[in-house]
């Protein structure tokens, strides 16, 4: 199920109603978890038990974490750490990419001779995997730095992961500013559903009437074998503009219905077209993603700290690692490629450690939306 289905507006709907009526805090988190469940399900439903397991592994990881942090049992919470962490990155690549390094390894045994069948599991993707993915990450990492408590209430942990308008599209909210409003409640009110309305209008315009419409348009400029050059001018402006409205339009949608149950998402686009430098630009695009990336990558490996050799190895081991976790198996090239030109804009070794990180961080992000 996507923001444009009717399906969600009658689930939508239906939420917003049943909570209205319902004045129990754990009612209302049963609610929101439901719809949540049936968002998600809309699309395949045997994916939800993934969900299930990967959420109740971090929960889990979670207060041995916590538990043994309060003992100063540092092994243990290492431990912890690394289940959680590695369970799912392993989730993670084998839905995304096992196939794909299968039959590249294959393709390569060919070139030397050596004959070989690939072994392919032919799974489908499971739509927002990468999101939930990070969220779970950031929870995991965030327990251990002892920078939020680890949830004692499954069913809050759940909501923090499930919430249904950032499940499969973010923004990636962290466990520090999302858990505590959900540990709070739901809440429905005339003011949050009015300004989560038009919110989520605005998102709904830019999405179904600027980016939808352009993407014919572009597709056929780009199909030309012989484009002009205004061709391809006016075609990379309204591929910039696609994408943009594209994302941004599915963020405002995410965060404007949030906000009619009482929730703060952060905002992921502040106006990056219209700033003066590549480095600015990045620092307004996908803000949730490049954020992690910092914290939870270019931080820990080292950061800005050290020669420029050293930074430059940080900054190429983070974006790898960022195109892994956000880009199709097909377009891991692409992606990885695209990010070059962000590294060498940015200036971002000469900068200092309590800086951002480059935004070229992001450049991984910059295709069209997709469920993973």
């Not at 590249?104 to 070989?116: D, L, M, N, V």
């Not at 759940?158 to 409003?181: E, K």
Request: proline share 5%; hydrophobic share 50%; charged share 15%.
């Amino acid at each position: 199920m996507n923001f444009t289905q009717t399906a969600f507006f009658v689930l939508l709907a239906f939420a917003l109603a049943s909570v209205a009526i319902t004045t129990r805090t754990e009612i209302r988190k049963l609610i929101i978890l439901g719809c949540s469940f049936v968002f998600y399900g809309w699309w395949d439903w045997r994916f939800l038990g993934l969900v299930l397991v990967s959420t109740t592994i971090d929960f889990l990881a979670g207060l041995l974490i916590e538990s043994a942090r309060r003992n100063d049992d540092e092994s243990t919470a290492k431990l912890g750490l690394g289940v959680a962490v590695g369970a799912n990155l392993l989730i993670l690549g084998v839905f995304k990419y096992f196939d794909f390094f299968s039959l590249s390894i294959t393709a390569a045994f060919h070139q030397i001779g050596i004959k070989i069948d690939p072994v392919l599991i032919h799974v489908v993707l499971p739509i927002g995997i990468s999101f939930y993915t990070f969220h779970a990450i950031s929870y995991a990492v965030d327990v251990y730095r002892g920078d939020v408590p680890a949830s004692r209430s499954y069913l809050d942990y759940l909501n923090f992961v499930m919430f249904f308008p950032q499940l499969v599209a973010g923004p990636i909210a962290r466990a520090s500013h999302l858990l505590p409003q959900v540990k709070k409640g739901f809440t429905i009110n005339i003011d949050a559903i009015y300004s989560g309305s038009q919110l989520f209008l605005f998102g709904l315009v830019k999405k179904l009437i600027l980016a939808d419409n352009l993407a014919p348009l572009v597709d056929r400029i780009f199909s030309n074998p012989n484009p002009t050059f205004i061709d391809i001018v006016f075609g990379g402006l309204g591929f910039m503009t696609q994408i943009y409205c594209d994302f941004s339009g599915y963020t405002d949608m995410a965060r404007g219905t949030a906000r009619m149950f009482g929730i703060a998402l952060g905002d992921n686009f502040k106006f990056p077209f219209l700033v003066a430098n590549p480095r600015d630009f990045w620092h307004n695009w996908h803000i949730s993603l490049s954020t992690w990336l910092r914290d939870y990558l270019f931080i820990p490996i080292g950061g800005s700290r050290g020669s420029s050799w050293f930074v430059a190895r940080n900054l190429m081991i983070t974006m790898l690692l960022g195109v892994f976790g956000t880009a199709r198996a097909g377009t891991l090239s692409c992606g990885v490629a695209s990010t070059e030109p962000g590294l060498s804009c940015t200036g971002s070794t000469q900068k200092a450690e309590s800086e951002p990180p480059p935004r070229s961080l992001q450049a991984a992000s910059v295709t069209r939306r997709s469920p993973g």
